[in-house]
């Protein structure tokens, strides 16, 4: 198997966020309290209804009941243009159903509400990369660094595009910064070991391999570790004389 088929099986999109009921420690099946009961019995009739479809909604999403679930979510946005929340998680739906212009749609007015969060940019700027729309997608990751300059997506994302228009240098950058603030980053180690490639320095291509091979089966992905140990017995192959650095 060639290194072109064996990185095709390879995702490099940013991790889905949790909705945000289970970030905030929320169960979906949690029984109330007897002060949230009475904490929703303050709240007025239209904003329980809201809730009501919001936590339906994210039911749904967990049956993976999808089409039920963008119906759910729409409700409460009807009801409450403003919760950036139901946004979010029906431009997820959509995205996974392939309906990008309503993710972006979505992701795009969840930024209007919240200008703040990357989690938006890079999810957008994901789907604008899927559609090749590189010029939008390098604007989108560019905010999020400018935003969370402390985490890597931003930059690792970056470096992908850079990488797909043949900006290899641009690319390079972008990886170092990656790794630079997460050295922990498998998906960073990656993407630049491909750009060492395309530059022809495969010792260095060889070792970047070797780390993400050892970070993603750290992180139990066997799946990931066991296609870049293809990838890297390929590369070896081609170059017998390099070896990986103790």
């Given at each position: 198997?060639?290194?072109?088929?064996?990185?095709?099986?390879?995702?490099?999109?940013?991790?889905?966020?949790?909705?945000?009921?289970?970030?905030?420690?929320?169960?979906?099946?949690?029984?109330?309290?007897?002060?949230?009961?009475?904490?929703?019995?303050?709240?007025?009739?239209?904003?329980?209804?809201?809730?009501?479809?919001?936590?339906?909604?994210?039911?749904?999403?967990?049956?993976?009941?999808?089409?039920?679930?963008?119906?759910?979510?729409?409700?409460?946005?009807?009801?409450?243009?403003?919760?950036?929340?139901?946004?979010?998680?029906?431009?997820?739906?959509?995205?996974?159903?392939?309906?990008?212009?309503?993710?972006?749609?979505?992701?795009t007015q969840a930024i209007q509400l919240n200008p703040s969060f990357t989690y938006l940019y890079n999810s957008r700027g994901n789907i604008r990369e899927e559609l090749k729309d590189y010029k939008g997608a390098i604007a989108d990751y560019t905010e999020a660094i400018r935003l969370y300059p402390e985490e890597?997506?931003?930059?690792?994302?970056?470096?992908?595009?850079?990488?797909?228009?043949?900006?290899?240098?641009?690319?390079?950058?972008?990886?170092?910064?990656?790794?630079?603030?997460?050295?922990?980053?498998?998906?960073?180690?990656?993407?630049?070991?491909?750009?060492?490639?395309?530059?022809?320095?495969?010792?260095?291509?060889?070792?970047?391999?070797?780390?993400?091979?050892?970070?993603?089966?750290?992180?139990?992905?066997?799946?990931?570790?066991?296609?870049?140990?293809?990838?890297?017995?390929?590369?070896?192959?081609?170059?017998?004389?390099?070896?990986?650095?103790?």
């Open positions: 198997m060639g290194l072109a088929a064996i990185l095709g099986g390879i995702a490099f999109g940013v991790c889905a966020v949790p909705v945000r009921a289970q970030m905030h420690g929320t169960s979906l099946h949690h029984s109330p309290t007897e002060t949230e009961t009475d904490h929703l019995s303050g709240l007025d009739a239209t904003q329980v209804s809201v809730n009501r479809w919001f936590n339906q909604g994210l039911e749904k999403l967990q049956a993976a009941k999808y089409e039920d679930a963008i119906e759910d979510f729409g409700q409460a946005i009807a009801l409450n243009p403003r919760h950036e929340d139901a946004y979010v998680n029906r431009g997820n739906v959509y995205r996974k159903l392939g309906n990008y212009q309503g993710a972006i749609a979505d992701y890597s997506t931003g930059y690792r994302n970056l470096g992908s595009v850079y990488y797909k228009l043949g900006d290899y240098q641009a690319a390079l950058r972008s990886l170092n910064q990656a790794v630079q603030v997460n050295s922990g980053s498998a998906a960073a180690y990656l993407k630049r070991g491909e750009i060492y490639v395309k530059l022809d320095d495969c010792e260095k291509a060889i070792n970047d391999f070797q780390q993400a091979i050892n970070l993603f089966s750290a992180q139990g992905n066997a799946a990931d570790s066991q296609r870049v140990n293809q990838l890297l017995r390929e590369l070896q192959k081609q170059h017998p004389h390099l070896r990986t650095k103790p």
